[in-house]
């Protein structure tokens, strides 16, 4: 009898916590599911749960209801950018039979502000170094004045900065629904010719090379020299094209996060991103940004070296060496990235 008595008190409490779990679990399903559609709407979060910490305006409010008349202008531009999101998921949605749901460890790239009431979400060879050397200098209370005092390396610490999927359900749900939310995006092959010069051609990069380079070459290198296949340090970008393609890299699962999708990285049909800055205005969107946060005379977004930077032109050198079949299919790859934040298909491409 006493054996049947706490078998059942044990099986109460697991069910407790499962309970628990479940419910957790839950709470977070609908909060995507209705951030899904909070985007159709134009938002104004000047509602009682919206209002000004300590008794000054946040950068969501100055946002959607700029006070500074500079900033009214941007504020337009932001606004079409958005739209442009929500009628790309819109679009997407409806011909998709896929249906996601986020969890906690879809939010990793997302880092938390709490001084600023910030999220960003980062993006690999989008200007991500300098923008979590900005975060590190917002988060970190008088510790750091000058971002390119911070060397790159620690930057990319991750116990420099704190993330999203760090937080409880409740905690991340009312950061998303309070907290200005931003990402920076690139012309999506700029951004790919960018990853792959920098992990494949670079030699300081060994780690990929041995990673992935050496993965590369021996399934798609015919005759590989026994260096090649040990060192994988000269991976062609047209190996690296056939790689992004095949099924078989998509079963291996997610793609690293230098070539990965700005859809799968920061989930922008889940998510209503409150402001999306370009690379290619990027300066002036990141300085935007800190206006926004009351920051921008004591703090500028730091200038990047343009002689190094991966260009249009380069990027189309890079394409015409592969086949018309890769092009298509990586832009069948990227095809929601160009959608989303207005890229037109470039003209260098050899798609009819």
């Known amino acids: 009898m006493k054996q049947t008595l706490s078998e059942l008190m044990r099986m109460s409490r697991i069910c407790r916590m499962v309970f628990a779990t479940c419910l957790g679990s839950f709470i977070l399903v609908i909060f995507y599911f209705q ?207 056939e790689y992004l393609v095949d099924p078989a890299t998509q079963r291996d699962g997610p793609l690293n996060e230098h070539w990965q999708t700005v859809y799968q990285l920061c989930h922008p049909c889940h998510i209503h991103y409150d402001l999306v800055g370009k690379y290619e205005t990027l300066e002036e969107d990141a300085n935007y940004v800190l206006r926004l946060v009351g920051v921008g005379d004591s703090l500028r977004f730091p200038s990047y070296a343009k002689s190094t930077r991966t260009t249009d032109a380069m990027t189309a050198q890079f394409f015409s060496n592969i086949s018309t079949q890769q092009q298509f299919q990586l832009s069948q790859l990227y095809k929601l990235d160009f959608l989303m934040f207005n890229y037109s298909t470039p003209s260098y491409l050899r798609l009819d």
């Not at 969890?103 to 790239?109: C, F, M, S």
């Not at 690999?124 to 000058?146: E, Q």
């Open 35 to 241: 951030s899904m559609f909070q985007p159709v709407m134009r938002r104004n979060p000047f509602m009682v749960d919206g209002c000004c910490r300590k008794g000054s305006r946040n950068a969501l409010q100055e946002l959607y209801n700029p006070t500074q008349p500079e900033l009214s202008g941007a504020a337009v531009l932001h606004q079409a950018r958005r739209d442009q999101v929500v009628d790309a998921c819109r679009v997407y949605s409806a011909s998709s039979r896929k249906r996601r749901v986020l969890t906690p460890g879809d939010l990793k790239h997302l880092v938390v502000d709490e001084d600023h009431e910030l999220i960003y979400c980062y993006v690999p060879k989008v200007a991500c170094t300098n923008w979590k050397r900005v975060m590190m200098v917002l988060t970190g209370r008088g510790k750091y004045s000058d971002p390119m005092e911070i060397p790159s390396n620690e930057a990319h610490v991750p116990a420099n900065l704190k993330t999203l999927n760090q937080y409880s359900i409740a905690e991340i749900n009312h950061r998303l629904k309070n907290y200005l939310k931003f990402l920076f995006v690139r012309e999506p092959f700029e951004r790919l010719v960018s990853a792959y010069r920098n992990k494949f051609t670079l030699k300081y990069n060994s780690s990929f090379h041995k990673r992935f380079g050496t993965r590369i070459i021996r399934r798609y290198r015919k005759n590989a020299t026994q260096d090649a296949l040990m060192n994988g340090a000269d991976v062609k970008f047209k190996e690296f094209a």
